[in-house]
């Protein structure tokens, strides 16, 4: 169960520093993640986001601050570290299929796994996945003969397949070809409609402001603004967002 107002995941004072505290690529990062929000981190390089976004399932231990996941600290070494990423599905920029299982065989592995699934429901559940995503017929190919959006969908349902509460992207298309982007980001915003709860870092700024709740932009390790798309990307005040959009736009 979610907390009364619905936040899932609480971000208070979240720090993280490298190389004795030289590299601040957190520094003092408060968010609340709530049921069904759609929140998209953007900004330049380096500024922070991908280390926000793995904070929060814990492959970036922090420095410092806290996260609050359903009110319990998740940063506390009493957590089973395990069980929290089962709740939690991470999509990364590449796609870290087994490359000699077949698709099948991938969506499959962990559930039967961890979470002791039997075979034919996983079997089925992955089929309906695929089916979804428009590659039922390619639950027996390998990674290889996949182009890299279709790759990239079946590392989504992938992690579908353990039933996450929380989805979180680390910039999902950057590796893929513009015209192979559109396929993933459909994807990803039929979840949206569901109100799959998601975090997702992303340089597609038309994207971010057709789906997202909340977009976060961030620089130096901090959140320099935070609103809905509206006011972030039409109506800002901050000089500092207005700079980065418009560097952003002036792109061939």
Known sequence: MATADNVII?????????KKDAIRALDG?????????VIAAIGPSGSGKSTFL????????????????????????????????????MVFQHFNLFPHRTILQNMTLAPEKVLRMPREMATEKALQLLRRVGLEDRADAYPIQLSGGQNQRVAIVRALMMEPEVMLFDEPTSALDPELTGEVLKVIRALAEEHMTMVIVT?????????????IFMDGGVIVEQGAPEAVFGDTQQERTKQFLARYNERP
Do not use: W
């Open 29 to 37: 990062i408060s968010v609340d993640i709530r049921q069904g929000d």
């Open 54 to 89: 793995r904070s929060l399932n814990l492959l970036e231990m922090p420095t410092s601050g806290s996260i609050l996941f359903h009110g319990v600290d998740i940063t506390q070494k009493k957590v089973n570290i395990d069980q929290l990423r089962q709740k939690m599905g």
């Open 203 to 215: 340089h597609e700024m038309a994207f971010a402001r057709a789906v997202a709740d909340k977009v």
């Open 10 to 18: 609480s971000v208070q004072n979240l720090c993280k520093y490298f």
